[in-house]
């Protein structure tokens, strides 16, 4: 059974950074595509960011394109959410996921293991 820990949330000022990190045990992290998604109150889980099993690969929501960067780190086992220009529209609770089938998609389905999330609020 594959567990999720999420960190790093919190209390930021709008236009200021957070640092996500997750950390993901009991499999083969390095064979895992990993993403990253978000829900606002009221509202559905909405897919974030991903990167492949390699590294080689992330894909973006347009609403963070070029503001946040997904990272991985596999001797540490944790995927990284680094958020820049952060907007009120960003705050949600962040749920970090596993993908142990390969899908590489966007889809929420497409995950096997979730983290129990972590909240981030952004003040104007």
């Known amino acids: 059974q594959v567990q999720v820990t999420e960190s790093g949330g919190g209390l930021v000022q709008a236009g200021g950074s957070l640092r996500l990190s997750c950390a993901a045990s009991?499999?083969?992290?390095?064979?895992?595509?990993m993403g990253w998604f978000r829900q606002a109150p009221g509202k559905e889980r909405q897919f974030v960011a991903a990167?492949?099993?390699?590294?080689?690969?992330?894909y973006y929501a347009d609403s963070v394109k070029g503001r946040f960067t997904i990272s991985r780190d596999d001797a540490k086992n944790t995927v990284y959410l680094q958020m820049n220009s952060l907007k009120d529209e960003d705050t949600a609770v962040y749920y970090c996921?596993?993908?142990?089938?390969?899908?590489?998609?966007?889809?929420?389905?497409?995950?096997?293991?979730w983290g129990q999330g972590t909240q981030v609020t952004v003040s104007s």
């Open positions: 009991g499999g083969p992290f390095n064979n895992y595509n």
């Open positions: 996921a596993v993908d142990s089938r390969g899908s590489w998609s966007p889809a929420a389905y497409s995950y096997d293991y």
């Open positions: 990167i492949s099993f390699s590294g080689g690969e992330t």
